[in-house]
T-cell receptor, first 114, second 112 residues
Framework: EAGVTQFPSHSVIEKGQTVTLRCDPI?????LYWYRRVMGKEIKFLLH????????ESGMPNNRFLAERTGGTYSTLKVQPAELEDSGVYFC????????????FGPGTRLTVL | GQQLNQSPQSMFIQEGEDVSMNCTSS?????WLWYKQEPGEGPVLLIA?????ELTSNGRLTAQFGITRKDSFLNISASIPSDVGIYFC????????????FGQGTELSVKP
């Protein structure tokens, strides 16, 4: 069974540009989470989808970040316009059910904003 | 908000040595988890702890859920080179949809 996949693995953009990250969860997993790790700090929760609905977006830094999960399958996270402080590794995770079911993480997208 | 303080930040040890790392919080958690991240990969679950006071082993790894529910430790015995990576603790509170609160990570280097 395929794991969580993320695309691209790396992205280098200039301040002010737009970037879209994609996450494909494990097939059949209704719950999809986005997290971010800024250099050397903790992995921080961004938001949680249950199917196509946003369950919790309390961790989204500001309105330059937009997450979607149309059709309840893959998800995209768009940053527009990107700022220097958005640099970091963005992880996606999926689980079968919310509450405590093991979350399986993707390899992450390393975003560098110059 | 909820925050986990993980220590140490990094460790450089010799192969065969034992390792200990811990996480503390001012908040109570219902579940404590320990993850390992290797270069180019996402975090992978090592051990999950569900009850205060619980002590769980997974091979050379042992973790405990603190009795106050505000702390946890992870021990690795007889370290080997493939133990290299970043270890994260994470806490979970029921009724928060599965949102994980992570510590800052402990970067482990093992010298053969």
């Amino acid at each position: 069974e395929a794991g969580v996949t993320q695309f691209p693995s790396h992205s280098v953009i200039e301040k002010g540009q737009t970037v879209t990250l994609r996450c494909d969860p494990i097939s059949g997993h209704d719950n999809l989470y986005w997290y971010r790790r800024v250099m050397g700090k903790e992995i921080k929760f961004l938001l949680h989808f249950v199917k196509e609905s946003k369950q919790d977006e309390s961790g989204m830094p500001n309105n330059r970040f937009l997450a979607e999960r149309t059709g309840g399958t893959y998800s995209t996270l768009k940053v527009q316009p990107a700022e220097l402080e958005d640099s970091g590794v963005y992880f996606c995770a999926s689980s079968q059910a919310s509450g405590y079911n093991e979350q399986f993480f993707g390899p992450g997208t390393r975003l560098t904003v110059l | 908000g909820q925050q986990l303080n993980q220590s140490p930040q990094s460790m450089f040890i010799q192969e065969g040595e034992d390792v200990s790392m811990n996480c503390t919080s001012s908040s109570i958690f219902n579940t404590w988890l320990w993850y390992k991240q290797e270069p180019g990969e996402g975090p992978v679950l090592l051990i999950a702890l569900y009850k205060a006071g619980e002590l769980t082993s997974n091979g050379r790894l042992t973790a405990q859920f603190g009795i106050t529910r505000k702390d946890s430790f992870l021990n690795i015995s007889a370290s080997i080179p493939s133990d290299v990576g970043i270890y994260f603790c994470a806490g979970l509170v029921y009724n928060q949809g599965g949102k994980l609160i992570f510590g800052q990570g402990t970067e482990l280097s093992v010298k053969p």
